[in-house]
């Protein structure tokens, strides 16, 4: 069993930064990989990044490549999703996900999954 809390969220202008974390309980948190979505209100939930349990893969959606970053700290059973020159359009709720397959843009192949962090970005 994973349980997973998103912190890091909040209300930024435009061309900003905000770095997500997410914090993993269970000794099997470094074994899982990670992937962080978003969901805008009015919207389907969509694939923001991934990274394998190693830290040594990532994959990023179109919409957010050279913007945003995904890392992780096993040491420290984290997840961090760094969020570069923002847009209005990011913003959203973000939460973070656990899965055995590493690298599926899919919520269904996700098995954990936080309560989410939300992410306002003004013009």
């Known amino acids: 069993q994973v349980q997973l809390v998103e912190s890091g969220g909040g209300l930024v202008q435009a061309g900003g930064s905000l770095r997500l974390s997410c914090a993993g309980s269970g000794r099997t948190f470094s074994s899982y990989n990670e992937g962080w979505f978003r969901q805008a209100p009015g919207k389907e939930r969509e694939f923001v990044a991934v990274i394998s349990w190693t830290g040594n893969l990532k994959y990023y959606a179109d919409s957010v490549k050279g913007r945003f970053t995904i890392s992780r700290d096993n040491a420290k059973n984290t997840v961090y999703l760094q969020l570069n020159s923002l847009k209005p359009e990011d913003t959203a709720v973000y939460y973070c996900?656990?899965?055995?397959?590493?690298?599926?843009?899919?919520?269904?192949?996700?098995?954990?999954w936080g309560q989410g962090t939300q992410v306002t970005v003004s013009s």
């Open positions: 996900a656990a899965s055995t397959a590493y690298g599926s843009r899919w919520s269904k192949d996700y098995e954990y």
